[in-house]
T-cell receptor, first 114, second 113 residues
């Protein structure tokens, strides 16, 4: 089945130690998104790629970076995780930017910072 | 400014009872509307979407939603709740040619046995 896969499902990292979360998709979608979701809140968009074009949301901290080496893979790098970065990180894809095109989500990576 | 409001952060219903989760949008032009479900420690799964083709939209797991322009609403319903429906439900809106999903705050559905 075509899908969005996130690895790992659970990640524990130390305060200040860089961490990378990964996402892959078999849908061949143009757009890949990274969301941060804290407990009992709606997802918050961090950034997205349309093909190779990177789009950063204005309020995304500089501590968060992303790479998309090819259509299938996208990575979220947190350079110096703080306690406030503990959250669920969701990767999503969509065919394009069109209003009616839905986003397909991965299972998420729950990040714990110790 | 566009916004999505979900009335009730928690909704509790008995198993077998009607489920009604409310969603209202605020925008001058009717947006595309989506309902997603999220089970604990999982990603989000699309239940259904409104794309202006039909005002009554049927989705997965027996859910449906009706778009009412006059009320700027897109409420989610299911005739008979099942224990497996316990989850968080998010309503979201998107304007044409805009990548941004505008999210509601979510409603946690609790099913009482």
């Amino acid at each position: 089945d075509a899908m969005v896969i996130q690895n790992p499902r659970y990640q524990v990292t130390q305060f200040g130690k860089p961490v990378t979360l990964s996402c892959s998709q078999t849908l061949n979608h143009n757009v890949m998104y990274w969301y941060q979701q804290k407990s009992s809140q709606a997802p918050k968009l961090l950034f997205h790629y349309y093909d190779k074009d990177f789009n950063n949301e204005a309020d995304t901290p500089d501590n968060f970076q992303s790479r998309r080496p090819n259509t299938s893979f996208c990575f979220l790098d947190i350079r110096s995780p703080g306690l406030g970065d503990a959250a669920m990180y969701l990767c999503a894809t969509s065919r394009d930017h069109g209003g009616e095109t839905e986003a397909f989500f991965g299972q998420g990576t729950r990040l714990t910072v110790v | 400014a566009q916004s999505v409001t979900q009335l009730g952060s928690h909704v509790s219903v008995s198993e077998g009872a009607l489920v009604l989760l409310r969603c209202n949008y605020s925008s001058s032009v009717p947006p595309y509307l989506f309902w997603y479900v999220q089970y604990p420690n999982q990603g989000l799964q699309l239940l259904l979407k409104y794309t202006s083709a039909a005002t009554l939209v049927k989705g997965i797991n027996g859910f449906e939603a009706e778009f009412k322009k006059s009320e700027t609403s897109f409420h989610l319903t299911k005739p008979s709740a099942h224990m497996s429906d316990a989850a968080e439900y998010f309503c979201a809106a998107k304007m044409d040619s805009n990548y941004q999903l505008i999210w509601g705050a979510g409603t946690k559905l609790i099913i009482k046995p």
